[in-house]
Nanobody, 126 residues
Framework: QVQLVESGGGLVQAGGSLRLSCAAS??????????MGWFRQAPGKEREFVAG????????YYADSVKGRFTVSRDNAKNTEYLQMNSLKFEDTAVYYC?????????????????WGQGTQVTVSS
């Protein structure tokens, strides 16, 4: 059984930074073989793509709204994906989820992902 556990969320002032982690576990699960994505969902809104990586992290992808501010990375040896969030804005407030998908699927599509974490709250005060 695959488990994804996010951590690192919290309350931060606008302009601040947070680093989210997504620790993956499972008997034969290795993130090196998967695309890993970060999504977020604000109250009353649909879940949206934030950032992702695949091919052992060599390819990275970002939503336009976070490009230049967020950085996705992974440590395949630790089976952990990270999302470094800088210059946070009020509109970044949401529950952030990590997810895993077969690497051949579209990274930015919610429907591509088979495994999801429980989410971690990020609140940015203005």
């Amino acid at each position: 059984q695959v488990q994804l556990v996010e951590s690192g969320g919290g309350l931060v002032q606008a302009g601040g930074s947070l680093r989210l982690s997504c620790a993956a576990s499972g008997r034969t699960f290795n993130i090196a073989n998967y695309a890993m994505g970060w999504f977020r969902q604000a109250p009353g809104k649909e879940r949206e793509f934030v950032a992702g990586s695949r091919w052992s992290g060599s390819s990275t992808y970002y939503a336009d709204s976070v490009k230049g501010r967020f950085t996705v990375s992974r440590d395949n040896a630790k089976n952990t994906e990270y999302l470094q969030m800088n210059s946070l804005k009020f509109e970044d407030t949401a529950v952030y989820y990590c997810a895993a998908s077969p690497a051949y699927r579209a990274v930015a599509s919610v429907a591509s992902y088979d495994y999801w974490g429980q989410g971690t709250q990020v609140t940015v005060s203005s």
